[in-house]
Structure formats: structure tokens, C-alpha cells
């Protein structure tokens, strides 16, 4: 959704730059919408049952109602493949998918707002998750545009998005620890290597150091969302609570097991892989 945002605004916006590269963010977006999805369900278990969140859907559940947002979103998304592949977008209906782009990050974090958690419970949260998926949109598109389409000006022109995004980012997650989140060492890293390096790496003039630097900002992504999602259930609701309440299921300590990296290493392949395969068959090597 945050690649789908990118290009969108760069189309509402008739950004030139942004524009060429309109068909290699659809694509992206397209890929990880299934994968994004998959992954969910792989964490559910019982793939085949996912059917019945649309015949048996609960209207107090907000999962259930992302169900079919995510739905809509991938007609939104399908169209506007076809509209870009006739090369008629028009400029309302980009505004429109912009901001609907938006509304589905949003939405998504409030799937976080009703489990326990009092990290989640902030207005920074909704903020940092909108913030942070638009910068992995943007890193993605960076290093794709790099490698692939080899388009500099389009590097140059997402980079500066990069950067203003990485410093409210910044600004962000330092408001958020001050304010209650906490340092974690996993969150101190992540500040200096998922934000401040690349942002210092899109200000070289050097297009390999931009195009790195795309690719360390959207994996550094991955641990901001480990830090939020994973650390706000490993908070202990009192101190000492973890010595007064014993339970064979209940622990405060989280390594993931060999089965998890096994998924997200399945999952990042099966990215790739997908992506490869349309972008040789898909004709969107032409901006």
C-alpha cells in the first residue's frame, strides 16, 4: 500500500519521474498484497478455510472487516494495472487511490489498537505504522528503480521523499520512547541503521549508496515492526508479575523458533520469485 501511494500521488501530482516508474510500484504492489496476506494465514493455520472470512464474517471483528477492504483494494489495484497499461489513468481516480491507499495503512493499525498492549494504545502508533509503510513502499521502489529500470532521475526523486520521510520517522520514534515505548537495543539499532545511515546514504551523489540505502531502509522496516508489534506483548503488565503468575504459555522472553524463519525466509523467496516471473511476462518495462 505504500508503493501503491507512491505512484499514485506521483500520477495525481503528474510527476514525470514517478510516473515511468508506475508500472514497477503496481507490481509490487500486486505481489506483496497476496504474499502479505499469506503470511497471515500461515500464522492462522488452515489455509483452506479462508473462505468462510467472507461467508461468516464477524461485524464487531476488525480483521474481518480488513477482509474486505483488502478485497476492494485488490480490484483498485487490478484496475489501475489495466488503466496503466493503456496509459489512461486519469488524474482524479489517482487522487482517489492515493488516498485510499492511506486508508488502508490506517485501518491496518487499528487492527493493534484493540488487543491488550498500552504501546499500541497511542496516537504515535497509528502515526509510526503510516509513516513506516510508505517508507518501505519508497526504499523498495528506490532499490527496484536502481537495479532494475536503472532510472536515476526517478532514484533521485524518491530518494528526496526517502530522506523527509526517514527524519519524520526520526522524530517519530524518538517521541514515542520518550513518551513510554522505551530504548530497547533492538530500537536504538534500528534508529541508527534503519534511519540515520540511509538517510545519510540517498544525500551521496553516488547512485549506488541511494540504491542501498533503499534496500537497508525497507528491510530495516522489518524490525521497527518487530519492535512495535513483538515488544508491546512482552511488556509486563506489573513489575514482578512474571515471578507471581506461572504459566507454561505465558513468557516474557521471545526467540523466534527455526519453523519462523523458515516462513519468513518462504515468503521473502516466494516475493521474488513472483516478481520476476510477471515483470519478464507483464509489459511494464516501459514507463
Known amino acids: 500500500a505504500g508503493a501503491y501511494f507512491i505512484v499514485m500521488l506521483g500520477n495525481a501530482r ?33 489455509i483452506e478455510r479462508f473462505y468462510k472470512l467472507f461467508l461468516r464474517p464477524s461485524p464487531t471483528s476488525v480483521m474481518a472487516w480488513m477482509t474486505f477492504i483488502y478485497g476492494i483494494y485488490g480490484l483498485v489495484l487490478l484496475t489501475t494495472i489495466v488503466l496503466n497499461f493503456l496509459k489512461k489513468i486519469p488524474k482524479t481516480f489517482s487522487w482517489i487511490a492515493a488516498v485510499f491507499a492511506l486508508f488502508i495503512i490506517v485501518l491496518e ?9 498500552k504501546h499500541w494504545h497511542t496516537i504515535i502508533f497509528p502515526l509510526h505504522f503510516l509513516i513506516t509503510s510508505v517508507i518501505s513502499g519508497t526504499a523498495f521502489l528506490i532499490f527496484l528503480s536502481g537495479i532494475i529500470r536503472k532510472d536515476d532521475e526517478a532514484v533521485n526523486s524518491l530518494s528526496k521523499i526517502a530522506v523527509s520521510l526517514l527524519i519524520l520517522n526520526l522524530v517519530v520514534e524518538i517521541i514515542d520512547g520518550v513518551s513510554g515505548g522505551g530504548f530497547s537495543q533492538l530500537k ?7 534511519n540515520i545511515v540511509p538517510v545519510l546514504l540517498l544525500r551521496m551523489p553516488v547512485q549506488s549508496a541511494k540504491i542501498f540505502a533503499g534496500l537497508i531502509a525497507g528491510f530495516g522496516i522489518l524490525a521497527t515492526k518487530h519492535n512495535s508489534l513483538v515488544w508491546a506483548q512482552l511488556k509486563q503488565p506489573y513489575k514482578g508479575f512474571e515471578q507471581s503468575f506461572i504459566e507454561h504459555g505465558l513468557g516474557f522472553k521471545y526467540i523466534p523458533s527455526v519453523t519462523e524463519w523458515m516462513a519468513v525466509i518462504f ?3 516466494l516475493t521474488i520469485t513472483m516478481f520476476y516471473i510477471l515483470y519478464r511476462v507483464l509489459p511494464i518495462k516501459e514507463g
Do not use: W
Not at 41 to 46: C, F, I, P, R, S
Not at 109 to 117: E, I, K
Not at 188 to 194: A, C, E, N, P
Open 14 to 46: 503528474n510527476n514525470e519521474r514517478i510516473k515511468k516508474i508506475t508500472g514497477l510500484g503496481l507490481l509490487l504492489s500486486l505481489i506483496t498484497l497476496p504474499v502479505g496476506l499469506l503470511s497471515i494465514q500461515l500464522d492462522l493455520g488452515h
Open 109 to 117: 493499525s487499528m487492527l493493534f489498537a484493540l488487543p491488550p498492549g
Open 188 to 194: 536504538i539499532m534500528y534508529l541508527i541503521f534503519g
Open 267 to 269: 515468503l521473502i523467496s
